[in-house]
């Protein structure tokens, strides 16, 4: 009975935020990784999410095969465009303006061609036979699938956690973001460690696509959404800062579903709101002598 009381419409609306919120931090900590280390300002991210989104819907089927297939093709995908990103950017270093300009045409162009090659319409992905049906949570019936996403989203972000706080790379990668010159002083080539970030954020967006599929399907204009909310998440949680990007993700998971259902007119406001006093607390903190 007790447990009956906990799960209502909201308790499950909350629990499609918690998934979507995780689907934008897998895609976010690529994101503000690239622009912690790398220095980049990448406004093509969206579009490698909705490459991996398309090739779910290309090569996935109702088994685990062509789930596997999708996943392993979006690995190669992820590597080739973020390590065509690093290059088209190379020669941009230290101009953020032009970076913007840069990525951002690819991404126009990029858009234009899945239209070409994938049509206009939404489309519709569905997750393997195993796993498309629905488990009861009291009296509501939630989809499998996303239960099974949320547990995949937690076990990405303990392995983020571990791989920037507690593993040598990130240590090299805290080493590039503290002192650059005195990281390539004591051997490291931070050149490289930069594409590496950014062949990482490419296969983390691009797998977030693939596995995000069902959650978020691909159509145009969808690049430019998963866009908009990774750069919410990214200012709200601070650049470089893999906690805060995963405390923003959730934030802005629940803004979009829960805070859509509790307040229906003022999600967009909720988001806005946060964005600006998470920028005003920053500067705040920022500036000698002014309070925390």
Same mark, same amino acid.
């Given at each position: 009975m007790g447990w009956d009381r906990l799960v209502n419409p909201y308790t499950i609306t909350a629990l499609d935020g918690v998934a979507y919120g995780l689907l934008l931090f897998? /895609?976010?900590?690529?994101?503000?990784? /690239?622009?912690?280390?790398?220095?980049?300002?990448?406004m093509a991210h969206g579009t490698l999410y909705l490459a991996g989104a398309y090739l779910a819907w290309?090569?996935?089927?109702?088994?685990?095969?062509?789930?596997?297939?999708a996943l392993g093709v979006a690995l190669a995908v992820g590597v080739l465009g973020g390590?065509?990103?690093?290059?088209?950017? !190379? #020669?941009?270093?230290? !101009?953020?303006?032009?970076?913007?300009?840069?990525?951002? &045409? /690819? +991404? @126009?162009? %990029? $858009?234009?061609?899945?239209?070409?090659?994938?049509?206009?319409?939404? !489309?519709?992905?569905?997750?393997?036979?195993?796993?498309? =049906?629905?488990?009861?949570?009291?009296?509501?019936? @939630? #989809?499998?699938?996303?239960?099974?996403? *949320? $547990?995949?989203?937690?076990?990405?972000?303990? &392995?983020?956690?571990?791989?920037?706080? !507690?593993?040598?790379?990130? %240590?090299?990668?805290?080493?590039?973001? +503290?002192?650059? =010159?005195?990281? %390539?002083?004591?051997?490291?080539?931070?050149? /490289?460690?930069?594409? =590496?970030?950014?062949?990482g =954020?490419?296969?983390?967006?691009?797998?977030?696509?693939?596995?995000? %599929? #069902?959650? *978020? &399907? #691909?159509a145009p204009g969808v690049d430019t959404t998963i866009l908009v909310y990774s750069l919410i998440v990214c200012v709200v949680g601070g650049l470089g800062s893999i906690r805060g990007a995963l405390l923003a993700a959730l934030g802005v998971g629940q803004a979009l579903t829960l805070g859509v259902a509790l307040v229906p007119g003022a999600a967009a406001f909720l988001l806005a709101a946060a964005m600006l006093a998470a920028l005003t607390i920053r500067q705040r903190t920022a500036l000698p002598g002014r309070p925390a």
């Open positions: 897998v /895609i976010a900590a690529g994101l503000t990784l /690239i622009f912690g280390v790398a220095g980049v300002f990448s290309h090569l996935a089927d109702d088994a685990w095969t062509g789930l596997a297939l390590a065509g990103l690093a290059a088209a950017v !190379r #020669p941009l270093t230290d !101009r953020p303006l032009d970076q913007v300009l840069a990525t951002l &045409g /690819i +991404a @126009y162009i %990029a $858009a234009d061609q899945f239209s070409l090659v994938f049509g206009a319409e939404p !489309r519709m992905v569905d997750p393997p036979r195993a796993v498309a =049906g629905s488990v009861g949570l009291g009296d509501y019936q @939630y #989809p499998v699938y996303r239960l099974g996403f *949320i $547990a995949v989203g937690l076990a990405m972000v303990v &392995g983020m956690f571990w791989l920037v706080e !507690r593993s040598r790379t990130g %240590a090299v990668l805290r080493a590039v973001v +503290a002192d650059p =010159g005195m990281a %390539a002083a004591t051997g490291l080539r931070t050149g /490289i460690v930069r594409t =590496g970030v950014m062949v =954020g490419g296969v983390l967006a691009v797998t977030a696509g693939v596995l995000g %599929a #069902p959650v *978020i &399907g #691909p």
